[in-house]
C-alpha cells in the first residue's frame, strides 16, 4: 500500500486561499434591498439592477416576486403582522387606497422622504391617489394606465360604422353596437361590465371617490350609477356583450377571430394583444378617447415603504423608489419594454409619443393617451374599494341575469357597502 503524506499548505497556497477569500469579501454586496413585486413590475426592476449597482455597489437589489393576487394577500398579511416585511413593496393601484387607510406605510409626504416636493413631476390624479385625507402620502406612482377605446377596422367597415358613432355618447356606442351585431355578427364588447366601469366614474363631484364621499357615505345610489346599469342593461338587452370574462380563452378567442368588435381597457392593452393574446390582428386595431369624453384609469402601479422594515434601509428605499418614479431613463426603459405607460410627467413631452405604432397600423395612439393622462381626475380610493367593486358587480348581474330592478339593486348595495364601512 502506498502511503500519501500528510497534506501541509505551502505559503503560495495560503496566499492564494487569502486572496480568494478576500475577492469574495469584497464581490458579497455588504447590504441587500429586498423588493417585493408582481409579475411585469418584476422585470422592469430587474432591468434597472445595472443602474441601481451604479448607485449602490455594495448593496444587493433582491427581487421576491409573487403572481398578482398572492403578492397583494401577502402584502397584506405582512403589513398587518409586521412579518417577513420587505424594504419596497410594489402594489396595484386598487390596493393603494386599502392600505392608504392603515398605518402600515410610510408617510412619504413627511421628513426625510419629503415626496411633496415632487409632486408636480407626477401625473395629479395618480400622485392624489396615494393622498390620504390627512394629507399622508403612502406610496409613489410608477406607472399609469389611461383609459382607451379600442375598436377593429375591419369589423367597423363591414357593418358601415364610423369610430365617431362609437365616442359621440354612449346612446351612439350602444346604436353603433347594434348595427354591428346586426350586419357582421361580431358583438360590440367581451362583457358589459367594462362599460359599467367607465360610466359609474362618469360624473364624480370634486373630492368624491368612486363608491364614497369625504365622510365615507355611500354614493352607490346617485344618478352616475344609476345611468351606469341603464347602459350596462340595454347593451345586454340588446345582445351586445359575449359575456365573457377578461383574461379568459373565450375573451382572447374574441380579439383573435374579430367576434369583438371594441374593448375599453388601459392602454397597457395594446402591447398585451400585439405580445400574446392576438398578434395575428397586428394592423386590423385603432385607438380613441372613450365614449362621451370619458377619462378613467384602468390600474397602475405604486412602489410604498413598509413602517416597520428595516430602518436601516429606509433611505436605500426611498433611492430606489425615486429611481423608479423620478429617473426618466427608467421611466423610458419600462415604457419601452413593458408598455407601461410613465407616471412621471417630464416623460410627456419626448418625441417617442409621437411614434407610430405598428399593431394600431400606424397610428400615433400614444398622443391620445397623453391626453387622457393629463385629463383624468383623481378619486380618493377608500379602503373598501375593492370590497364595493364586488358588491357591485354582482349586484348588476342581478339586473341582467335575474331582471332585478336597477333602484332595488342599488339600494341593497349601498346598504351592504355602508354595513362594511362602518364596522
Known sequence: MIHTPPWRPTRR???????????????APARVLTVAAFPLIDKIVEAAMPQWRQLHPDVELKVLSRPYADHHTAMTTALSTAVYLPDVMALEQSYVGRFAQGTGLDNLAAAPYDIARHRARYAPFAYDMATTRSGAVVAAPA???????????????????????????????????????????AFLIGNVQSAKNILMRAGAKPGEGLYFDAESRVLVTSPRFVRAFEVARKLRQSGLDARVAEWTNDWAEGFKRGTLATEMSGAWLVGQLNNWVAPATKGLWRASQLPEGAYAVYGGA???IPRHSAPENKALAWDFIQLMTLNRERQFAAFKSQDSFPALVECYDDPFFEGPLPFLGGQKARLIWREAALRIKAMPVHKQHTFADEVMTAELDHVLDRGKDIATALGDAERLIARRAFR
Open 143 to 185: 406607472d399609469i394606465g389611461p383609459g382607451t377605446l379600442l375598436y377593429r377596422t375591419d369589423v367597423l367597415a363591414k357593418a358601415g360604422v364610423t369610430p365617431e358613432d362609437l365616442t359621440r355618447s354612449w346612446d351612439s356606442y350602444v346604436e353603433a353596437g347594434i348595427k354591428i351585431k346586426r350586419n357582421t355578427g
Open 302 to 304: 405604486f412602489y410604498g
Open 13 to 27: 497556497t495560503v496566499l492564494a486561499a487569502g486572496l480568494l477569500a478576500a475577492s469574495a469579501v469584497r464581490a
